[in-house]
C-alpha cells in the first residue's frame, strides 16, 4: 500500500499571504488528521476529518481552516500567514481516527 | 504541562549500550503508541499498546505498558547509529478519536 503523501513538501511564502496544503490519505482511510509541529511547541493537533466532516478541532485560530473530499484527501489551508506559521505541518492517516500514520511532512516557511 | 509527560528529553548514548525512555500520564491511557521521527521528516510508527502488562518487541526496541496503564517505557538494546531520531509517544484518552502527545526524546548515538 503506498503511504500518506503530502504536496508540497517544502514552501516559503510571504507574510500576509494565505497557503494551501494538501494531503493523500492511506487507501481506505478516512480519517485525515493535521498536526503543526515546531521545535517550541511540539506536535499540536489541528483539526480532524472523517467521511469529509471535521470531527475534532484542536485549538488554532479561524485562520486555519481545512476540508476533506469524497476520495479522502484533504487540504489545509492558511490565511493571513503570520512569521509564527513556519513549521513542520504533518498530516496522519487512519481507519478510525487512533492508529494514525504520518505523511513526510509540509515544511512552511515564512518570511 | 504536557498532558504525556516523557523522559528523559534527551539522552546522548554510545553506541552498543542499552537505553530506557519513559512516557506517563495521571490518567488511565486507552492506547498507547511509540513513534519515531527523524528531522523534519514525518512520524514513523513504531508499536501500539493497549492492555495493562502488555509487552511487544521489533527488533532490537522493546515497548511496556504497565498494569495501571499510565506509563510506558520504550528500551532499546545494544543501540546502533540507526536509532538516532526523536522519539515521541501518543495517547488514547478513550474520546473523541484524538491522541495526546508527549514532547518527545531527542536521541543520540555516539560512534
Known amino acids: 500500500k503506498a503511504g500518506v503523501t503530502q504536496t508540497p513538501r517544502y514552501l516559503i511564502k510571504t507574510r500576509g499571504q494565505q497557503v494551501t496544503l494538501s494531503c493523500s490519505p492511506i487507501?481506505?482511510?478516512?480519517?485525515v488528521s493535521w498536526y503543526q509541529q515546531t521545535p517550541g511547541q511540539g506536535l499540536q493537533f489541528l483539526f480532524e476529518y472523517f467521511s469529509e466532516t471535521q470531527r475534532n478541532k484542536g485549538n488554532f485560530p479561524g485562520r486555519f481552516s481545512g476540508r476533506q473530499f469524497s476520495n479522502s484527501r484533504s487540504e489545509m489551508n492558511v490565511s493571513t500567514l503570520e512569521l509564527g506559521d513556519s513549521a513542520l505541518y504533518l498530516c496522519a492517516s487512519s481507519f478510525s481516527g487512533v492508529e494514525q500514520y504520518f505523511g513526510p511532512g509540509t515544511r512552511l516557511t515564512v518570511t | 504541562s504536557q498532558e504525556l509527560e516523557q523522559s528523559p528529553q534527551s539522552l546522548i548514548v554510545q553506541e552498543g549500550k542499552n537505553l530506557t525512555i519513559n512516557c506517563t500520564s495521571s490518567?488511565?491511557?486507552?492506547?498507547l503508541y511509540w513513534y519515531k521521527q527523524k528531522y523534519g521528516e514525518g512520524l514513523i510508527f513504531l508499536m501500539m499498546l493497549q492492555k495493562g502488562g502488555e509487552e511487544k518487541s521489533h527488533e532490537k526496541i522493546t515497548a511496556k505498558l504497565d498494569e495501571k496503564k499510565q506509563q510506558s517505557s520504550l528500551h532499546i538494546t545494544a543501540s546502533q547509529p540507526s536509532h538516532a531520531g526523536i522519539y515521541l509517544c501518543g495517547a488514547d484518552k478513550g474520546s473523541n478519536y484524538q491522541l495526546i502527545w508527549g514532547a518527545g526524546t531527542k536521541l543520540i548515538i555516539k560512534p
Open positions: 490518567k488511565t491511557l486507552y492506547g
Open positions: 487507501s481506505g482511510h478516512r480519517s
